[in-house]
């Protein structure tokens, strides 16, 4: 099955990740232990409900090392797998799989718990017609996959980079010397996308005025969104932001604003408890 994710290599991150465990000796302890034409059959599975995300990539790690390796797949991705179910067979030479264990496993847990966790948010604004966003706040190589996995879990991706849409906040404004200013900057360079950071309630009509298609406000209460959402009147999209929390997401949600976005569902999603164990195939 062909997995591909936008400006994502596979085969390159697979190459350095493998590169990074087994340096340039290799697996010492399987190659010590283990011999040559051993054959393992293995099954991966989860030790808690999850939602999946990332078995193709722990397939390429196997693949990697044992082309011939059989798989089957036994879960779908963006699909809930309750405690103890079954994620993946396979069946291959035992030192290769071995070797490929871990660094299969970490992408697995790491993308399901951040699936895991997104779909907790998601499900938490059900039928508010608020819709949950990613952000930046990812590990360095690799957000595409970390975003990959909150699309798994439901949510929609918000900017991929720096690249793929103009984002105003403070900092910006501290520069330019105002929320106006820099949004006509932005305007000026030709920019169709432009999200505008607002803490402030007379931040708003100054943006919109200057051109903003996009309001981020941040860090407001319920109260303070449900007015700044009334202000806005419909003309651009608004999304709430900023220490937003299980606790408190559905009361946000709740004020009609257009999407929230949530930092802690790639930066804090812990990983999933998902295990690996090979057992000798009988004869």
């Not at 089957?72 to 264990?101: I, T, V």
């Not at 949950?132 to 900017?159: C, F, I, S, V, W």
């Not at 103009?166 to 200013?181: F, L, Q, R, W, Y």
Request: aromatic share 4%.
């Amino acid at each position: 099955m062909t997995f591909s994710v936008d400006r994502f290599d596979l085969d390159a991150f697979v190459a350095a990740t493998l590169a990074e465990d087994l340096g340039d000796r290799g697996d010492i302890t399987s190659a010590a232990v283990i011999p040559a034409e051993a054959r393992f059959a293995g099954v991966m599975d989860c030790r808690e409900a999850i939602v999946v995300a990332g078995l193709p990539v722990a397939e390429a790690f196997f693949r990697a090392l044992d082309p011939g390796v059989t798989i089957e797949r036994q879960a779908r991705e963006g699909e809930p797998a309750a405690a103890g179910a079954d994620l993946l067979r396979l069946s291959g030479k035992a030192r290769a799989l071995l070797a490929a264990e871990r660094s299969a496993l970490n992408i697995v847990q790491h993308l399901s718990g951040i699936a895991t966790l997104t779909r907790r948010y998601v499900e938490a604004i059900a039928g508010t017609g608020a819709i949950l966003l990613d952000t930046r706040k990812t590990l360095p190589g690799l957000r595409m996959l970390e975003k990959y996995a909150t699309r798994m879990g439901g949510a929609q991706n918000h900017r991929l980079g720096l690249w793929d849409a103009a984002m105003i906040k403070d900092n910006h404004v501290a520069v330019a010397g105002s929320v106006a200013e820099a949004v006509r900057r932005a305007a000026a360079a030709g920019i169709e996308r432009i999200i505008v950071e607002v803490d402030r309630l007379e931040q708003i009509e100054p943006a919109l005025q200057a051109g903003a298609t996009h309001l981020l406000l941040d860090n407001m209460d319920a109260p303070t969104l449900r007015e700044a959402v009334t202000l806005v009147a419909g003309r651009v999209p608004t999304e709430a932001s900023g220490g937003i929390t299980l606790e408190t997401i559905r009361a946000k949600a709740e004020t009609g604003v257009t999407y929230l976005s949530v930092g802690r569902i790639t930066q804090s999603a812990p990983a999933a408890d998902i295990g690996l164990d090979f057992a000798a195939q009988p004869g």
